[in-house]
């Protein structure tokens, strides 16, 4: 059985495709389009799922959105209904695009698949499931665990933002919810706004703001915008925000409430903002502590899986694995709403295989493949592509591409990797990375600065290979998607001196704090990726002789793209960002590049090429 999912109109359009229960392809209509956050009908990620499936739009047995159109209507209107006549001008300016599309959006799905193949269009294939159910599929179905607690946590699905599900053999069902307008994904979010970032895209720069912080607010969080109960089931105080009718997240009383307006975005950060991240970063932490604990106690299951928009908070997730509840966590790597887009074409697999006894196919580490899901280039087609770019390169063997590529690390340049199957979700994995030696000290602020061109106190991730990971870090398990947490162990740590913990703000950022400079945040914690042999052979090995070379089974893993740009997909996208930045080392398959050789007429200008997030 064929199934094809789908997200899109609202942000991160994707699709996915499972054959008989297995993940076959995925990725996100960005990455194609070069449009970040493209909400648009994700045609291209559809062409190519199909080629990668080969398969034609008459094989495909169902279609899956990820989402029902008419609750989230219903949702709309009620909400409005609710807090009438406030938020009148947000109702106007809504109801012209829901009344001409989106209140029809099954035939407008049906028209835009017709267009890509008349049998994918066909109206006995769709079929709708609902958001938060989306999400806890995409998460358990490919999850290591015969059972599982499910939770979700988003802004808003229809009417959810909170959900626990249990999940045991095949059979995945709800077990209770919480409803808009309460959200914790929102809260989240009022506070992204608050301190001058895009909300549903910015999330993660205040995860990242927060250990410069003190967490001085959270009393205030706790007393005045959201109460939460001891089983972490809670309720917001809507007094304090706008977003249900206005047209912003927040309203007077919470700027108010943390001493003045929200931050534009040309304004520079404060220690304010810093302690307001830390601040909504520990509310948050704790309404996840407390509802883990309340669903272990309940249900007894010793496995959790998570998904939505807040389970990539990998400081709340390793927070929760710490906790010791539960014994096993997954996180579904594409956790927002391009991840929907396969929770629904599981979730319809599971419900309606004809095969009825067939069981739910379990893989270790997981049935994700480590997330490598997108498009990938063959050998020849990379040096053709290369070729026509204008580019300069040498081709090598395998063994010469790990040599060389290691030696350029270990000397302390930026390298550009662009390898295999491009990676479904949000992080870079190894395949579409930029990398670097996390031993120098400069490290993060020259590739922040002069190659993502983003804003200085955002930290990188260490790549480490699974079987030394607890040699380096506080955590030994599985962290294959960057979306766990954990500090650097004590004997890699450097102690600071009275006049360094005396900083604060930005100018700690400048403190080496371990022996892995690069990647040691200020609170001397990391995002991991553990980097397996079975999942990235190749990028297994360069790790393995970076460590032969230097000593360190670690490398910086950034995403390989500028602020504002989505991750590159093709060897086009590569050389162009390569060109763009200070970037002085690229390896696209076997093809090796040095910026030295190239010709200067093709650098283009990055910084002010895409627009800022």
């Not at 080629?51 to 989402?67: I, L, N, P, T």
């Not at 991240?277 to 407390?290: C, G, H, P, Y």
């Not at 290691?406 to 550009?416: F, K």
Request: net charge negative.
């Amino acid at each position: 059985m064929l199934v094809l999912g789908i997200s899109a109109f609202y942000h991160d359009s994707a699709a996915a495709l499972v054959r008989d229960g297995e993940v076959v392809a995925a990725a996100q209509e960005e990455r194609f389009t070069r449009k970040k956050h493209d909400p648009g009908f994700p045609v291209h990620a559809i062409r190519y799922c199909l080629e990668a499936a080969q398969a034609s739009g008459a094989s495909v047995d169902r279609v899956a959105f990820y989402e029902k159109p008419f609750l989230k209507f219903e949702r709309l209107i009620e909400t409005y209904l609710a807090f009438a006549p406030r938020g009148f001008e947000s109702f106007r300016k809504a109801m012209p695009l829901w009344i001409g599309e989106k209140l029809f959006q099954r035939d407008l799905l049906l028209r835009e698949l017709s267009a890509i193949s008349p049998e994918l269009g066909e109206k006995a294939k769709l079929r709708f499931s609902e958001h938060h159910f989306s999400h806890a599929a995409s998460a358990y179905y490919p999850s290591p665990f015969e059972s599982s607690l499910v939770l979700t946590m988003d802004g808003v699905g229809e009417w959810t933002t909170t959900s626990a599900a249990i999940g045991d053999g095949r059979s995945l069902a709800i077990h209770k919810e919480i409803h808009f307008p309460h959200s914790l994904g929102l809260l989240y979010s009022a506070f992204t706004y608050y301190t001058g970032f895009k909300v549903n895209s910015g999330e993660y720069k205040v995860m990242g703001l927060a250990p410069y912080g003190e967490p001085k607010y959270v009393k205030d969080i706790l007393e005045h915008l959201i109460d939460v109960k001891p089983d972490g089931s809670f309720r917001l105080n809507l007094d304090y925000f706008n977003y249900c009718t206005g047209l912003t997240m927040t309203d007077p009383r919470f700027d108010a409430l943390f001493g003045g307006p929200p931050r534009r975005a040309d304004e520079a950060l404060e220690q304010r903002h810093m302690d307001l991240a830390a601040s909504i970063q520990a509310a948050t932490e704790e309404v996840v502590l407390r509802l883990t604990r309340a669903l272990a106690a309940e249900t007894g299951l010793r496995n959790l899986c998570l998904a939505g928009g807040v389970a990539l908070n990998c400081v709340a997730n390793g927070k929760a694995l710490r906790d010791g509840r539960f014994d096993n966590i997954f996180v579904q790597p594409a956790s927002g709403d391009a991840g929907g887009a396969l929770g629904a074409a599981l979730a319809v697999y599971h419900d309606e295989n004809p095969d009825g006894g067939a069981t739910r196919i379990i893989k270790r580490p997981d049935a994700m493949q480590g997330s490598y899901l997108g498009p990938a280039y063959a050998q020849s087609d990379i040096e053709r592509r290369l070729e026509a770019a204008g580019a300069v390169f040498s081709t090598v063997d395998d063994q010469a591409l790990i040599e060389k590529t290691a030696a350029a690390l270990a000397s302390g340049q930026a390298v550009g990797w662009h390898q295999g199957r491009m990676e479904f979700g949000p992080r870079a994995l190894g395949n579409r990375s930029i990398l670097g030696d996390p031993r120098s000290p400069i490290m993060q602020k020259a590739l922040n600065l002069k190659v993502k061109y983003r804003e200085s106190f955002r930290p990188f991730a260490p790549s480490v290979l699974r079987e030394r990971v607890a040699d380096w870090f506080e955590l030994d398990v599985d962290s294959p998607y960057m979306l766990l947490v954990a500090n650097v162990r004590d004997e890699h740590c450097r102690k600071m001196s009275t006049d360094e913990q005396a900083l604060f703000g930005i100018d700690k950022l400048n403190v080496p704090r371990s022996d892995i400079p690069a990647v040691t945040h200020v609170d001397y914690s990391a995002r991991i990726q553990t980097v397996h042999r079975e999942t990235n052979p190749r990028y297994h090995a360069l790790i393995s002789r970076f460590e032969q070379l230097t000593g360190c089974p670690v490398l910086v893993n950034t995403s390989f793209n500028v602020r504002g740009e989505p991750i590159v997909a093709t060897p086009e996208d590569a050389f162009a960002c390569f060109m763009g930045t200070e970037i002085e080392f690229l390896a696209i398959g076997n093809c090796i590049l040095h910026k030295e050789h190239q010709n200067p007429a093709l650098a283009r200008d990055y910084k002010s090429a895409f627009e800022l997030d």
